[in-house]
T-cell receptor
Framework: NAGVTQTPKFRVLKTGQSMTLLCAQDMNHEYMYWYRQDPGMGLRLIHY???????AKGEVPDGYNVSRLKKQNFLLGLESAAPSQTSVYFCASSYSGGGSNQPQHFGDGTRLSIL | GNSVTQMEGPVTLSEEAFLTINCTYT??????LFWYVQYPGEGLQLLLK?????DKGSNKGFEATYRKETTSFHLEKGSVQVSDSAVYFCALSDPTGNQFYFGTGTSLTVIP
């Protein structure tokens, strides 16, 4: 069972470069989420999607864009990377949203360093 | 608003010691509550959950009880093992919306 797969696992960028992080899930989940994890701050929600073709802002959306063209994929883009975006990024998916008792399933993370 | 507060770590225990990690929450409505565990270099994995007041979630010897009167969901284990060393996150789901809210995580190290 693949579950939630994130690519790449590691990446080093220079300030101003752009990149896209890919998240793929094979559980037919409607909801998908992108978080960043920083020391002492837990998980912070960047953007999320409640279904194919939809996206919404989370707690810390600035500097990021997302797309959900296919139900199984959720892309996170950095148009012009900044050192403040150095973090570990986690994708998660769930069958339904916060209004249910269904948990989220997480990928293994992408470690991104911006020099 | 919704938020989760959990005890700060790091926590270091000897093998077979008793573990408690405190978690309290604020929420609109009646959320579901979760504990996740994160091993080094991995993503978060669901450890246990409780969906209504007085429910007890349990898994792998860990337990937590949903206490509405004290808005708490403390994680306990009677006898920890070295393999329990990880970071533990308390979380709630917003019953009125689409989001989940996480605590800052508590790092646990168990020494032989």
């Amino acid at each position: 069972n693949a579950g939630v797969t994130q690519t790449p696992k590691f990446r080093v960028l220079k300030t101003g470069q752009s990149m896209t992080l890919l998240c793929a899930q094979d559980m037919n989940h409607e909801y998908m989420y992108w978080y960043r994890q920083d020391p002492g701050m837990g998980l912070r929600l960047i953007h999320y999607s409640v279904g194919e073709g939809t996206t919404a802002k989370g707690e810390v959306p600035d500097g990021y864009n997302v797309s959900r063209l296919k139900k199984q994929n959720f892309l996170l883009g950095l148009e012009s990377a900044a050192p403040s975006q150095t973090s570990v990024y986690f994708c998660a998916s769930s069958y339904s949203g916060g209004g249910s008792n269904q948990p989220q399933h997480f990928g293994d993370g992408t470690r991104l360093s911006i020099l | 608003g919704n938020s989760v507060t959990q005890m700060e770590g790091p926590v270091t225990l000897s093998e077979e010691a008793f573990l408690t990690i405190n978690c309290t929450y604020t929420a609109t409505g009646y959320p579901s509550l979760f504990w996740y565990v994160q091993y080094p270099g991995e993503g978060l994995q669901l450890l246990l959950k409780a969906t209504k007041a007085d429910d007890k979630g349990s898994n792998k010897g860990f337990e937590a009880t949903y206490r509405k009167e004290t808005t708490s969901f403390h994680l306990e284990k009677g006898s920890v093992q070295v393999s329990d060393s990880a970071v533990y996150f308390c979380a709630l789901s917003d019953p009125t919306g689409n989001q989940f809210y996480f605590g800052t995580g508590t790092s646990l190290t168990v020494i032989p």
